[in-house]
């Protein structure tokens, strides 16, 4: 198995196949349910939602009715709150995910937080210790570079490289 991951979309499959089984890893975590892998110490609340094939490291804790869906890769020490919804996605290590927050196919890096009702689109990355605060859109293809913030209900439609805050004073 070779695959160029040059890009987020590429990064994505990589992971998708691993899961699927196309790549000869062997995953070292609890085998929970088909195709649902889960590390140590990690916490799910039992109304919470989780659907194979996915991948959830260790010291994470996903509370009431979060839904992690198909192709959902989460490293370690992750907080998913209450109906939080991340599919198709890949967190690092130490976010937060705050309730009613939704993640579509997005790469977030280590560090970040998103909260209430905050959405990450198709092919976005995250750079790390973001922040996006209630209410806030990353549309999808869009790059956010590590420290930025972005303030409540903002939608950003371009990749935000310059500057630390995406603000309504922008424009």
Known sequence: YWCDIGDPGSYLQAHYDMMDGKVGINIKANLKAEKIWVGENTYIHPEAQI??????????RI????????????????FIDEGASIKRSILWSHNRVGKNAEIR??????????????RVFEGAVIG????????????????VWPGKSIENGMIVQENLIWGTRFSKTLF
């Open 128 to 143: 790390e210790g973001c922040q996006l605060s209630e209410g806030s859109t990353v549309k999808p293809c869009i790059k």
């Open 105 to 118: 196919a997005a790469v977030l890096c280590n560090k970040n937080e998103l909260k209430k009702g905050s």
């Open 63 to 78: 509370e009431k009715g979060a839904k992690i869906l198909p192709y959902t890769v989460l490293g370690d020490y992750n």
């Open 51 to 60: 659907e194979g094939p996915c991948y959830i490291g260790n010291f994470n």
